[in-house]
DNA sequence: ATTATATTTCTACAATTGCAAAAATATCGA
DNA sequence: TCGATATTTTTGCAATTGTAGAAATATAAT
């Protein structure tokens, strides 16, 4: 991933609305919700989630295909898995210890306050 | 981490400079590097740099001390490490090896294109 | 064809952000 | 104290972004 892109997917997601959304997708599997389901989960109008929606995409976060009327979302999970992989390259001077502890912790599943890692 | 910090966290990273700032004390490690070096690495004014530099700090994403008249800055290894788990929680439906697909191949290390997970 | 539903594109405006020169602040050495 | 160095704060402007109503487009049902 270049840095461009990364800059892109970043500010796809430094905004409240569409860093829910990309959450919700997330966390709703590779079967996606429909355009209208999002905008009313977000109690936003239509042509407001569209927007979005179309930015998440063209950052590479989200991914759309339509069965009839309805237009799906879900998250693209290569998108985020490069974005990551961006921001951590080279990191800690390749000191694989001062990696494991930074990585380690982070889950897919949710991480309680006082869960010990 | 609540959603407000987390779109100040990404909010910090997607601008360019920042971005590049942020990664380059990833790379550099917890001793950091002073300010007017960032600066001049980074080819922008002092007064530019500062701003970005604040950006970050406030985020949580880097942290500074001072020797002397020298400001050192230094990634937060904990900040990263909190937005990554945020931008992931319950993830996958919970799914555990969706989720190890998604997570097993970031790494601290460089990603050669061709290299195998 | 006509109507209804789902979504996007167009449009306009308020609010935010990036930028860097100039001035101000903090620390050190003489 | 005075001058020199390092960094931040102030300031102002251009550019970008978020927002949502209205119009346009795509699909399906009658």
Redesign the pocket.
């Known amino acids: 991933m270049e840095q461009t892109k990364a800059v892109a997917a970043l500010?796809?997601l430094?905004?409240?609305?569409?860093l829910s959304v990309f959450r919700l997708l997330m966390q709703t599997g590779p079967d996606g919700m429909?355009?209208?389901?999002v905008?009313e989960a977000m109690d936003?109008?239509?042509?407001?989630?569209?927007?979005?929606?179309?930015?998440l995409?063209q950052a590479g976060l989200v991914m759309?295909w339509?069965?009839?009327?309805?237009?799906?979302?879900a998250a693209d999970y290569a998108g985020i898995h490069a974005l990551l992989n961006f921001l951590m390259a080279d990191c800690c001077r390749g000191d694989p210890n001062a990696c494991a502890d930074l990585l380690s912790a982070i889950t897919c599943s949710a991480s309680p306050e006082g869960a010990g890692v």
Do not use: C
């Open positions: 500010a796809a430094a905004q409240d609305t569409r429909i355009a209208g389901a905008a936003v109008p239509p042509s407001t989630m569209s927007h979005h929606l179309a930015k995409e759309s339509r069965t009839s009327r309805l237009i799906h979302y």
